[in-house]
């Protein structure tokens, strides 16, 4: 079982903030900044390519919820969502997660998009993939 699961049916102990019927919020346990809180359906799926939608339409409320009462209580004026699904993105426990990481001044916290340059033909191709 993996450790979220695990967290779920309380044999880890971790530090929840909030819990319904279908999530579960606590903290992360290396706080990247202050107030790192994970979001987990506690049904177990892998990444949100196999999310179930209804659970994932609800799922926004929570984040709604949390980074409410996150920016309240903490004070904060910013904040990173961050999603990580499969192993190239950085992804290290294979149970659904949404980060949620309120932002200081001088937090030290670097997240950077490296940036790459298209042609008007390679966007326009690209484009014709990916269109839905
Ligand atoms: P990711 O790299 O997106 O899969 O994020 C997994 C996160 O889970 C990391 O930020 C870990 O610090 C966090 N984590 C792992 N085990 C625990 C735990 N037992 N309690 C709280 N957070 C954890
Ligand atoms: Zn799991």
Redesign the pocket.
């Given at each position: 079982m993996c450790?979220?699961c695990r967290?779920v049916k309380g044999e880890?102990p971790?530090?929840q903030i909030y819990e319904d019927q279908d999530f579960l919020a606590?903290?992360?346990?290396?706080q990247?900044t202050i107030g790192?809180t994970?979001i987990i359906p506690k049904q177990h799926f892998e990444n949100i390519f196999v999310l179930e939608e209804d659970l994932a339409g609800k799922l926004m409320e929570v984040v709604l919820k949390i980074s409410k009462k996150l920016k309240e209580a903490l004070g904060i004026e910013a904040m990173n969502l961050?999603?990580?699904n499969g192993e190239l993105a950085?992804?290290?426990?294979?149970h659904f997660?949404i980060?949620l990481i309120p932002r200081y001044e001088n937090d030290g916290l670097l997240l950077k998009f490296s940036t790459n340059q298209l042609s008007n033909e390679e966007f326009q191709n690209l484009l014709e993939k990916i269109r839905l």
């Open positions: 450790v979220f967290i880890i971790s530090y606590f903290l992360d346990i290396s990247a790192h994970l961050l999603n990580n950085g992804q290290s426990v294979n997660h980060h």
